[in-house]
């Protein structure tokens, strides 16, 4: 079997992959909060159903009644194997009729898949389902196993699915290599195209800073150390702070040819005054230069006659692969200089992760998506990501894990802007390149032997 055959049985199992999204589309697992629902199980149910219809065994592994996870494999040899990942639950649609299409229908028009979750992230579990199934049927052995995980319970931490699997089931998802969610956008520079990879996450926590006073009647102010009226120097020191940017990553050995001397400008220029097109590359290689210490909310007083005996502001903190703790309070004493009296207190809720690059995982990757796109000379960049997924969570039990989901370049095909927002959907167009991407790198690894 050829890989251009494979690829052929990619484009012919388009249709059927828009079909099974649009199915996955109609189940409703949102995940709103710590207590779902969710509701995954059906979700996995229906993807069983699918794999099964081939003759692909699979398994429901639930952390909790209707919290469920579906692992499926096929075995194959001692090469490297490879995990398929991705989520099943989605965040909640809030005004439903404002909507252009009903976020539950799975509506497929325009060139688009649309609704809740069609892009984050039950397209890449679609085009991962399809791709396993389209190896399945050619009934070829695998030099190394191929694995499909689609997990619960992501959009809140995701301690229902791949904490919980890598904690009860760690032999259900190990692998070499993992591909997941995030990464994968097309760019354009200098005539060249690219793709960016999304080599790891920072990591997150959340810094509360109260600032101590003294409390009292709000009549007679001068027998009170009122802290709210601290609260500007407090602001204003965490705006001013400078934080030096760190180009160890290695997207900036990348970007440094390809932009030149414009890298710095890249770095420091306003926001604001960049092209849309610019917007996501800049935002990445600001994303991955620095801690962000970012004041998101203000408590303090409890009634408009009484001045509060302290008051607080929570800032969410993201930091690079390495960054500790430890380097946050500095930056943090550092950024408020003499103010006084404030009790600085630390919360970690992620820790950045990261997998190496570049590795021979990556380059399999490059191959594949130069044939999925028929494209050789692609500009690669490693990202970074600022917000944080289920990669992190199976990065610990040994596997390089990756956000790739190529989308398409084509700028008929937009990319989805609705993630997480109102009218979420998924151009057919992603849908196909990400689907041959995944064969093609099946194939790539598993195969070509
Ligand atoms: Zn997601």
Redesign the pocket.
Known sequence: MTLQQLLRSADTSLDETVALLSDLVRIASVNGGPEGPGNESEVARLLAAKLAADGVASQLLEARPNRGNLVARLDGGSAPSLLYM??TDVVPAEDAELWRYPPFAGTVAEGYVHGRGAA??KALVACETMALLILARQHVPLAGSLILAAGAD??TGGQHGFAWLARHHPEAIRADCAIN??GGSPFFVGGRKGYLINTGEKGRLEASLRLDGKGGHAATPWAADNPIERLPELLMGLRRHQIVPDLSHPIFEVTSEVFQSSLTRLLQVDFGDLSRSERGLVSALRGASRMTITPTMLLGGVKSNSIPASCSVVCDVRTLPGQTAADVMAEIRAALGKVESVQIELQETAEPSESPYPTPFSQAIERATAAAVEQPDLLWIPGLTSGF?DSRLVRPLGTTVYGFAPQSADPDALTPEG?HGRDECMPIESLRVTLRMLVALAWDMLVAH
Do not use: L
Request: aromatic share 0%; glycine share 20%.
């Open positions: 991705g989520h984050d992230c992501e959009e969610e995030g997924s993630i």
